[in-house]
């Protein structure tokens, strides 16, 4: 089954009606045991058993645990990854792959 971020998109339309604002926010929660060595939180990873919880609004904080770090891999890739203007699957190489 696909992993699927927790996320809120929220449209919205000026006062004057002429202009409409969209935006998307990634939901964040505590890190697992892999990605905590890098960093202190992680992108909340909706489980299957919550996708119809979240999706129609009846979801609480049960969502809120960490993906299980089993579940996940870890590789080093380039720091090229850092710049918005490096827009290519390269930046996803794993550096172990030479």
């Given at each position: 089954?696909?992993?699927?971020?927790?996320?809120?998109?929220?449209?919205?339309?000026?006062?004057?009606?002429r202009?409409?604002?969209?935006?998307?926010?990634i939901?964040v929660?505590?890190p697992?045991e892999?990605?905590?060595?890098?960093?202190?939180?992680?992108?909340?990873?909706?489980a299957?058993?919550?996708?119809?919880?979240?999706?129609?609004g009846?979801?609480?904080?049960?969502?809120?645990?960490?993906?299980?770090?089993?579940?996940?891999?870890?590789?080093?890739?380039?720091?090229?990854?850092?710049?918005?203007?490096?827009?290519?699957?390269?930046?996803?190489?794993?550096?172990?792959?030479?």
């Amino acid at each position: 089954m696909a992993s699927v971020p927790a996320g809120y998109r929220r449209r919205c339309s000026r006062r004057s009606g002429r202009e409409t604002i969209e935006s998307f926010t990634i939901v964040v929660g505590p890190p697992n045991e892999l990605v905590k060595a890098i960093h202190k939180r992680m992108p909340v990873i909706v489980a299957p058993e919550f996708y119809e919880s979240w999706l129609n609004g009846s979801a609480g904080k049960e969502i809120l645990i960490p993906y299980p770090a089993t579940a996940m891999k870890a590789e080093p890739i380039s720091t090229r990854v850092n710049n918005p203007k490096n827009d290519d699957e390269a930046v996803l190489t794993s550096l172990r792959q030479g």
